[in-house]
């Protein structure tokens, strides 16, 4: 079902930039790209959407390619607090409002 | 302005027994989900809800499990009776009415989960 695909954990150095990988090669043209990560114990928390141009917020950046077949999630200076499970989704459904989650990206950051 | 909350946090019961999740959207969001994670699998989508309509249930396991969300605001996830399987954390997420700009691309925000564990 998943529509997505990560590499299922990656370590980084506190303060360095983190570089999430995803791949979406099935999406469709008016298919949104989300990411959220998870904390321990917490829910999902919204990080950055985008569709085909670059994003960024005061969280993350979002690099999308021109096929749209892949993107990256980029944390410009990780700190110990980004130490989380990080989801790539793409919404689909009947009424383009599913999120599939996939297997999600383990980042620990690394003092 | 508060986020979604979830109640309880936490829940045991035994297998057979009836267990009842709640969910308070964020105020004035239209849209709220229902999702779980039941153990070692992904996160999954159970059901949508605009107000009190259920807009996509095409998740839902089976027909033990009834959500409902009368008058449009808190939701309800009624496992009935529980089995074994059903344990996990369920997960529930709200969304404004989209404008139809933002059509296609709202945010859902999560709440903290309620962990079901069916014994």
């Known amino acids: 079902d998943a529509k997505t695909t990560q590499p299922t954990s990656m370590d980084c150095a506190e303060g360095r930039a983190a570089n999430l990988p995803c791949n979406h090669s099935?999406?469709?043209?008016?298919?949104?790209v989300y990411w959220y990560r998870q904390i321990h114990s917490q829910g999902p928390q919204y990080i950055i959407h985008g569709l085909k141009n670059n994003e960024t917020n005061e969280m993350a950046s979002l690099i999308i390619t021109e096929d749209r077949k892949s993107s990256t999630l980029i944390l410009p200076h990780a700190t110990l607090r980004d130490t989380a499970v990080y989801y790539c989704i793409v919404r689909v459904g009947n009424t383009g409002n599913q999120f599939y989650f996939g297997t999600g990206t383990s980042l620990t950051v690394i003092p | 302005e508060a986020g979604v909350t979830q109640f309880p946090s936490h829940s045991v019961i035994e297998k057979g027994q009836t267990v009842t999740l709640r969910c308070d959207p964020i105020?004035?969001?239209?849209?709220l989900y229902w999702y779980r994670r039941v153990m070692g699998k992904e996160i999954k989508f159970l059901l949508h809800f605009v107000k009190e309509s259920k807009q996509d249930e095409s998740g839902m396991p089976n027909n033990r499990f009834l959500a409902e969300r009368t008058g449009g605001t808190y939701s309800t996830l009624k496992v009935q009776p529980a089995e074994l399987e059903d344990s996990g954390v369920y997960f529930c997420?709200?969304?404004?009415?989209?404008?139809?700009?933002?059509?296609?691309?709202?945010?859902?925000?999560f709440g903290p989960g309620t962990r079901l564990l069916v014994l």
């Open positions: 997420a709200s969304s404004p009415r989209p404008t139809y700009l933002d059509r296609g691309r709202e945010t859902q925000y």
């Open positions: 099935t999406i469709s043209g008016n298919e949104y």
């Open positions: 105020s004035g969001h239209d849209n």
